[in-house]
Protein backbone atom coordinates (compact mmCIF):
# COMPACT_ATOMS: atom_id res chain seq x y z
CA UNK A 1 0.00 0.00 0.00
CA UNK A 2 3.34 0.89 0.68
CA UNK A 3 5.90 2.73 0.25
CA UNK A 4 8.93 0.94 2.14
CA UNK A 5 12.42 2.70 1.75
CA UNK A 6 13.98 1.81 -1.56
CA UNK A 7 16.21 4.61 -2.92
CA UNK A 8 18.70 3.66 -5.22
CA UNK A 9 19.63 0.96 -8.13
CA UNK A 10 21.60 -0.91 -9.50
CA UNK A 11 22.95 -3.43 -9.89
CA UNK A 12 26.28 -3.63 -11.49
CA UNK A 13 27.42 -7.35 -12.37
CA UNK A 14 25.16 -10.47 -13.10
CA UNK A 15 24.37 -12.20 -9.99
CA UNK A 16 25.87 -15.47 -11.00
CA UNK A 17 29.42 -13.36 -10.80
CA UNK A 18 28.75 -12.42 -6.92
CA UNK A 19 26.82 -12.89 -4.04
CA UNK A 20 24.14 -10.28 -3.30
CA UNK A 21 24.83 -7.91 -0.42
CA UNK A 22 23.18 -5.45 1.36
CA UNK A 23 23.97 -1.90 0.39
CA UNK A 24 26.87 -0.07 2.98
CA UNK A 25 24.72 2.24 3.52
CA UNK A 26 21.77 0.83 4.97
CA UNK A 27 19.52 2.27 2.55
CA UNK A 28 17.34 -0.63 0.28
CA UNK A 29 18.63 -0.01 -3.08
CA UNK A 30 20.80 -1.41 -5.38
CA UNK A 31 17.73 -3.91 -6.58
CA UNK A 32 16.48 -2.40 -9.69
CA UNK A 33 13.82 -5.10 -10.39
CA UNK A 34 11.97 -4.40 -6.38
CA UNK A 35 12.82 -0.51 -7.24
CA UNK A 36 10.72 -0.59 -10.51
CA UNK A 37 7.94 -3.32 -8.81
CA UNK A 38 6.82 -0.65 -6.58
CA UNK A 39 6.22 1.50 -9.07
CA UNK A 40 4.32 -1.36 -10.92
CA UNK A 41 2.50 -2.13 -7.85
CA UNK A 42 1.79 1.03 -7.32
CA UNK A 43 -0.12 1.44 -10.91
CA UNK A 44 -1.83 -1.64 -10.76
CA UNK A 45 -3.60 -0.15 -7.74
CA UNK A 46 -4.30 3.05 -9.66
CA UNK A 47 -6.05 0.86 -12.39
CA UNK A 48 -8.24 -0.85 -10.25
CA UNK A 49 -9.82 1.84 -8.70
CA UNK A 50 -10.51 3.12 -12.04
CA UNK A 51 -11.96 -0.18 -13.25
CA UNK A 52 -14.25 0.28 -9.94
CA UNK A 53 -15.65 3.67 -11.00
CA UNK A 54 -16.31 2.18 -14.22
CA UNK A 55 -17.61 -0.61 -12.76
CA UNK A 56 -20.04 1.60 -10.72
CA UNK A 57 -21.84 3.20 -13.96
CA UNK A 58 -21.04 0.98 -16.69
CA UNK A 59 -21.78 -2.31 -14.82
CA UNK A 60 -18.67 -3.74 -16.33
CA UNK A 61 -17.07 -6.01 -13.49
CA UNK A 62 -13.73 -4.25 -11.84
CA UNK A 63 -10.41 -5.61 -12.23
CA UNK A 64 -9.96 -7.14 -8.82
CA UNK A 65 -6.90 -9.45 -9.33
CA UNK A 66 -5.38 -5.99 -10.03
CA UNK A 67 -5.48 -4.75 -5.92
CA UNK A 68 -3.38 -7.22 -5.53
CA UNK A 69 -0.70 -4.36 -6.02
CA UNK A 70 -0.90 -4.06 -2.34
CA UNK A 71 -0.05 -7.15 -1.46
CA UNK A 72 3.14 -6.87 -3.57
CA UNK A 73 3.56 -3.95 -1.48
CA UNK A 74 3.56 -5.91 1.79
CA UNK A 75 6.43 -8.41 0.44
CA UNK A 76 8.48 -5.80 -0.42
CA UNK A 77 8.01 -4.04 3.17
CA UNK A 78 8.83 -7.48 5.26
CA UNK A 79 11.58 -7.37 2.68
CA UNK A 80 13.28 -4.34 2.41
CA UNK A 81 12.83 -3.86 6.83
CA UNK A 82 15.17 -7.34 6.99
CA UNK A 83 17.41 -6.32 3.95
CA UNK A 84 17.82 -2.62 5.50
CA UNK A 85 18.68 -3.60 8.94
CA UNK A 86 20.60 -6.39 8.26
CA UNK A 87 18.09 -8.61 10.66
CA UNK A 88 17.52 -6.01 13.26
CA UNK A 89 21.04 -5.68 13.36
CA UNK A 90 22.32 -2.39 11.68
CA UNK A 91 19.58 -0.01 14.22
CA UNK A 92 18.10 0.35 17.63
CA UNK A 93 14.56 0.10 17.92
CA UNK A 94 14.36 3.85 18.12
CA UNK A 95 16.26 4.72 14.95
CA UNK A 96 14.45 2.12 13.64
CA UNK A 97 11.01 3.53 14.41
CA UNK A 98 12.10 7.35 13.78
CA UNK A 99 13.07 6.35 10.06
CA UNK A 100 9.89 4.48 9.93
CA UNK A 101 7.84 7.52 11.15
CA UNK A 102 10.21 9.95 8.71
CA UNK A 103 9.16 7.99 5.77
CA UNK A 104 5.82 7.08 6.40
CA UNK A 105 3.76 9.94 8.25
CA UNK A 106 4.79 13.49 7.05
CA UNK A 107 3.09 12.51 3.85
CA UNK A 108 0.00 11.09 5.08
CA UNK A 109 -0.50 13.54 7.72
CA UNK A 110 -1.05 16.14 4.97
CA UNK A 111 -2.86 13.94 2.72
CA UNK A 112 -5.34 13.29 5.78
CA UNK A 113 -5.30 17.24 6.20
CA UNK A 114 -6.20 17.73 2.79
CA UNK A 115 -9.14 15.54 3.35
CA UNK A 116 -10.22 17.30 6.11
CA UNK A 117 -10.42 20.58 4.78
CA UNK A 118 -12.35 19.22 1.47
CA UNK A 119 -14.64 18.24 3.63
CA UNK A 120 -15.02 21.11 5.60
CA UNK A 121 -15.14 23.13 2.27
CA UNK A 122 -17.31 21.04 -0.05
CA UNK A 123 -19.16 18.34 2.29
CA UNK A 124 -21.03 16.43 -0.40
CA UNK A 125 -17.62 16.12 -2.68
CA UNK A 126 -16.65 13.66 -0.13
CA UNK A 127 -19.01 9.94 0.46
CA UNK A 128 -16.73 8.13 2.45
CA UNK A 129 -15.84 9.87 5.90
CA UNK A 130 -16.56 12.80 7.78
CA UNK A 131 -15.50 15.00 10.47
CA UNK A 132 -15.98 13.08 13.45
CA UNK A 133 -13.47 14.02 16.04
CA UNK A 134 -12.37 10.38 17.54
CA UNK A 135 -12.55 8.90 14.22
CA UNK A 136 -10.00 12.22 12.95
CA UNK A 137 -7.97 11.64 15.78
CA UNK A 138 -7.11 7.61 15.42
CA UNK A 139 -6.69 8.22 11.25
CA UNK A 140 -3.56 11.06 11.93
CA UNK A 141 -2.70 8.38 15.09
CA UNK A 142 -2.79 5.01 12.77
CA UNK A 143 -5.60 3.41 15.09
CA UNK A 144 -7.74 1.19 13.79
CA UNK A 145 -11.44 2.83 14.45
CA UNK A 146 -14.37 2.64 13.35
CA UNK A 147 -15.33 5.07 10.18
CA UNK A 148 -18.84 5.76 11.16
CA UNK A 149 -19.66 6.42 7.63
CA UNK A 150 -18.78 3.10 6.22
CA UNK A 151 -19.10 1.45 9.12
CA UNK A 152 -16.09 -0.31 9.09
CA UNK A 153 -12.35 0.21 10.11
CA UNK A 154 -11.09 2.67 7.16
CA UNK A 155 -9.32 5.99 8.04
CA UNK A 156 -9.82 9.50 6.71
CA UNK A 157 -7.89 8.39 3.72
CA UNK A 158 -9.18 5.10 3.07
CA UNK A 159 -6.28 4.14 1.38
CA UNK A 160 -4.77 4.31 5.00
CA UNK A 161 -5.85 1.13 6.12
CA UNK A 162 -2.87 -0.58 4.42
CA UNK A 163 -0.74 1.88 6.39
CA UNK A 164 -2.63 0.58 10.17
CA UNK A 165 -0.32 -2.62 8.72
CA UNK A 166 2.25 -0.84 7.99
CA UNK A 167 2.93 0.90 11.42
CA UNK A 168 1.50 -2.48 13.20
CA UNK A 169 4.82 -4.15 11.35
CA UNK A 170 7.19 -1.11 12.37
CA UNK A 171 6.30 -1.59 15.47
CA UNK A 172 6.40 -5.32 15.76
CA UNK A 173 10.21 -5.16 14.32
CA UNK A 174 10.94 -2.07 16.47
CA UNK A 175 9.80 -4.21 19.60
CA UNK A 176 11.65 -7.55 18.11
CA UNK A 177 14.77 -5.25 17.85
CA UNK A 178 15.19 -4.28 21.33
CA UNK A 179 13.86 -8.02 22.75
CA UNK A 180 16.42 -9.90 20.68
CA UNK A 181 18.79 -7.71 21.27
CA UNK A 182 19.74 -6.63 17.72
CA UNK A 183 20.91 -10.46 17.21
CA UNK A 184 19.83 -11.02 13.69
CA UNK A 185 18.76 -15.03 14.76
CA UNK A 186 16.95 -13.89 17.96
CA UNK A 187 15.16 -10.91 16.35
CA UNK A 188 14.00 -12.56 13.22
CA UNK A 189 12.49 -15.57 15.42
CA UNK A 190 11.16 -13.46 17.91
CA UNK A 191 9.61 -11.71 14.74
CA UNK A 192 8.29 -14.43 12.94
CA UNK A 193 7.14 -16.46 15.51
CA UNK A 194 4.67 -13.61 16.68
CA UNK A 195 3.45 -12.51 13.68
CA UNK A 196 2.26 -16.49 12.52
CA UNK A 197 1.19 -16.64 16.22
CA UNK A 198 -0.90 -13.84 16.39
CA UNK A 199 -2.22 -14.40 13.41
CA UNK A 200 -3.17 -18.28 14.15
CA UNK A 201 -4.66 -17.10 17.94
CA UNK A 202 -7.34 -14.89 15.62
CA UNK A 203 -8.63 -17.52 13.76
CA UNK A 204 -8.82 -19.55 16.90
CA UNK A 205 -10.47 -17.11 19.19
CA UNK A 206 -12.64 -14.14 18.89
CA UNK A 207 -10.29 -10.69 20.06
CA UNK A 208 -11.54 -7.32 20.10
CA UNK A 209 -12.42 -5.98 17.12
CA UNK A 210 -9.09 -3.38 16.88
CA UNK A 211 -6.46 -6.92 17.41
CA UNK A 212 -8.80 -8.73 15.00
CA UNK A 213 -8.34 -5.98 12.57
CA UNK A 214 -4.58 -6.53 12.82
CA UNK A 215 -4.46 -10.50 13.27
CA UNK A 216 -5.76 -10.66 10.02
CA UNK A 217 -4.01 -13.51 7.59
CA UNK A 218 -3.24 -10.42 4.87
CA UNK A 219 -0.47 -9.81 8.00
CA UNK A 220 1.41 -12.62 6.96
CA UNK A 221 2.81 -11.07 3.62
CA UNK A 222 4.88 -9.52 5.52
CA UNK A 223 6.17 -12.73 7.26
CA UNK A 224 7.00 -13.68 3.22
CA UNK A 225 8.72 -10.93 2.48
CA UNK A 226 11.05 -11.22 5.46
CA UNK A 227 12.00 -14.96 4.22
CA UNK A 228 12.20 -13.52 1.20
CA UNK A 229 15.03 -11.30 2.81
CA UNK A 230 16.95 -14.44 5.06
CA UNK A 231 16.98 -16.28 1.58
CA UNK A 232 18.21 -13.60 -1.20
CA UNK A 233 21.83 -14.32 -0.28
CA UNK A 234 21.16 -18.56 -0.42
CA UNK A 235 19.80 -18.56 -4.39
CA UNK A 236 21.72 -17.20 -6.88
CA UNK A 237 22.62 -18.46 -10.62
CA UNK A 238 21.76 -17.67 -14.38
CA UNK A 239 18.99 -14.93 -15.16
CA UNK A 240 16.80 -16.79 -16.90
CA UNK A 241 15.25 -19.27 -14.14
CA UNK A 242 14.54 -15.55 -12.38
CA UNK A 243 12.53 -13.97 -15.39
CA UNK A 244 10.60 -17.11 -15.90
CA UNK A 245 9.74 -17.33 -12.46
CA UNK A 246 8.29 -13.46 -12.65
CA UNK A 247 6.75 -14.28 -15.50
CA UNK A 248 4.74 -16.92 -14.24
CA UNK A 249 3.81 -15.21 -10.68
CA UNK A 250 3.18 -12.25 -12.71
CA UNK A 251 0.54 -13.87 -14.66
CA UNK A 252 -0.57 -16.01 -11.58
CA UNK A 253 -1.05 -12.63 -10.06
CA UNK A 254 -3.51 -11.41 -12.59
CA UNK A 255 -4.82 -14.34 -14.53
CA UNK A 256 -5.68 -16.50 -11.81
CA UNK A 257 -9.66 -16.78 -10.75
CA UNK A 258 -10.20 -14.40 -7.37
CA UNK A 259 -10.31 -15.42 -3.91
CA UNK A 260 -12.60 -14.11 -0.89
CA UNK A 261 -10.50 -12.08 1.18
CA UNK A 262 -10.09 -14.50 3.70
CA UNK A 263 -7.46 -16.42 1.50
CA UNK A 264 -5.97 -13.09 0.75
CA UNK A 265 -2.31 -14.04 2.01
CA UNK A 266 -2.80 -17.21 -0.15
CA UNK A 267 -4.09 -15.87 -3.02
CA UNK A 268 -2.16 -13.01 -3.50
CA UNK A 269 0.82 -13.55 -1.28
CA UNK A 270 1.84 -16.65 -2.26
CA UNK A 271 2.75 -15.26 -5.98
CA UNK A 272 3.84 -12.08 -4.91
CA UNK A 273 6.64 -13.16 -2.77
CA UNK A 274 7.64 -15.23 -5.65
CA UNK A 275 7.79 -12.37 -7.80
CA UNK A 276 9.60 -10.39 -5.57
CA UNK A 277 11.98 -12.53 -4.73
CA UNK A 278 12.75 -12.87 -8.62
CA UNK A 279 12.96 -9.19 -9.09
CA UNK A 280 15.48 -9.36 -6.47
CA UNK A 281 17.47 -11.49 -8.49
CA UNK A 282 17.13 -10.66 -12.14
CA UNK A 283 19.22 -7.54 -12.93
CA UNK A 284 20.59 -5.56 -16.53
CA UNK A 285 17.27 -3.46 -17.71
CA UNK A 286 17.39 0.30 -17.09
CA UNK A 287 14.63 2.57 -16.97
CA UNK A 288 14.79 5.89 -15.92
CA UNK A 289 10.73 5.81 -16.04
CA UNK A 290 10.31 2.24 -13.98
CA UNK A 291 12.93 4.00 -11.07
CA UNK A 292 11.23 7.38 -10.83
CA UNK A 293 8.04 5.36 -10.72
CA UNK A 294 9.22 3.56 -7.87
CA UNK A 295 10.78 6.56 -6.16
CA UNK A 296 7.18 7.87 -6.12
CA UNK A 297 5.34 5.06 -5.79
CA UNK A 298 4.22 5.88 -1.86
CA UNK A 299 2.88 9.65 -3.52
CA UNK A 300 1.48 7.88 -6.00
CA UNK A 301 -0.45 5.54 -4.03
CA UNK A 302 -1.99 8.29 -1.52
CA UNK A 303 -2.82 11.22 -4.22
CA UNK A 304 -5.01 8.96 -7.14
CA UNK A 305 -7.65 8.18 -5.38
CA UNK A 306 -9.13 11.99 -5.62
CA UNK A 307 -8.04 12.06 -8.96
CA UNK A 308 -9.71 8.76 -9.92
CA UNK A 309 -13.34 10.08 -8.05
CA UNK A 310 -12.91 13.21 -9.26
CA UNK A 311 -12.83 12.05 -13.41
CA UNK A 312 -15.16 9.37 -12.59
CA UNK A 313 -17.90 12.41 -11.56
CA UNK A 314 -16.97 14.32 -14.43
CA UNK A 315 -16.64 11.21 -17.35
CA UNK A 316 -20.07 10.76 -16.41
CA UNK A 317 -21.19 14.08 -16.52
CA UNK A 318 -19.69 14.92 -19.80
CA UNK A 319 -19.05 11.24 -22.05
CA UNK A 320 -21.74 8.66 -20.59
CA UNK A 321 -20.46 6.80 -23.14
CA UNK A 322 -19.42 3.04 -21.88
CA UNK A 323 -18.09 1.65 -24.87
CA UNK A 324 -15.02 -0.59 -24.80
CA UNK A 325 -13.26 2.61 -26.53
CA UNK A 326 -14.29 4.53 -23.79
CA UNK A 327 -13.31 2.35 -21.03
CA UNK A 328 -9.85 2.24 -22.41
CA UNK A 329 -9.55 6.38 -22.41
CA UNK A 330 -10.64 6.40 -19.11
CA UNK A 331 -8.28 3.73 -18.11
CA UNK A 332 -5.49 5.81 -19.94
CA UNK A 333 -6.50 8.89 -19.05
CA UNK A 334 -6.70 8.33 -14.86
CA UNK A 335 -3.24 6.40 -14.77
CA UNK A 336 -2.07 9.72 -16.56
CA UNK A 337 -3.57 12.08 -14.70
CA UNK A 338 -2.84 9.73 -11.13
CA UNK A 339 0.70 9.73 -12.66
CA UNK A 340 1.13 13.50 -12.93
CA UNK A 341 -0.61 14.06 -9.35
CA UNK A 342 1.94 11.34 -7.91
CA UNK A 343 4.81 13.04 -9.58
CA UNK A 344 3.60 16.49 -8.36
CA UNK A 345 3.06 15.31 -5.05
CA UNK A 346 6.46 13.33 -4.87
CA UNK A 347 8.38 16.15 -5.88
CA UNK A 348 6.65 18.87 -4.18
CA UNK A 349 5.83 17.16 -0.94
CA UNK A 350 6.96 13.70 -0.01
CA UNK A 351 10.68 14.59 -1.35
CA UNK A 352 11.06 18.11 0.64
CA UNK A 353 9.44 16.65 3.84
CA UNK A 354 11.40 13.59 4.07
CA UNK A 355 14.59 15.36 3.37
CA UNK A 356 14.06 17.53 6.34
CA UNK A 357 12.88 14.98 8.48
CA UNK A 358 16.26 12.49 7.74
CA UNK A 359 18.17 16.50 8.45
CA UNK A 360 16.44 16.25 11.46
CA UNK A 361 17.54 12.94 12.23
CA UNK A 362 20.71 13.44 12.02
CA UNK A 363 21.31 16.62 13.68
CA UNK A 364 19.81 14.67 16.59
CA UNK A 365 22.30 11.78 15.98
CA UNK A 366 25.39 13.40 14.71
Given at each position: ?NK?A??TT???T?A???????????????I??????????????????L???????????A????????D????????V????????????????????II?????????????????????????W????P??????????????????????????G??????????????????????????????????????????QL?????????????????????????L???R????Q????????????A?????????????????????????????????NS?F???MG????????????V????????????P??????Y?G??????????????A?????????V????????????
Amino acid sequence: MNKAALTTTSVATPAQDRPIQPPVDGAAGQIVGVQYLRGFAALAVVVYHLSQRWESFAGVPALETLRSGVDVFFVISGFVMVWSTNAGARLSARDFMARRIIRIVPLYWVVTTLVLVALLVAPAAIWWTGTYPLHTIGSFLFLPLENPRIGAIYPVVPLGWTLLFEMFFYLCFALAIMLGRREPKRVMTILIASMVGFVLLGQLVQLPEALDFYARPILLEFVFGMIAGLLVRRFVGPQWPWLALAIFSLAALIFLPDMPNSWRALRFGVPAVLLVHAAIHVAGWNSGFWHRMGDMSYSLYLAHYPVVMGLAALWTASLPSTSPIAYAGFLALGCLLSVAAGYACWLLVERPLVKAGRAHLSSKNP
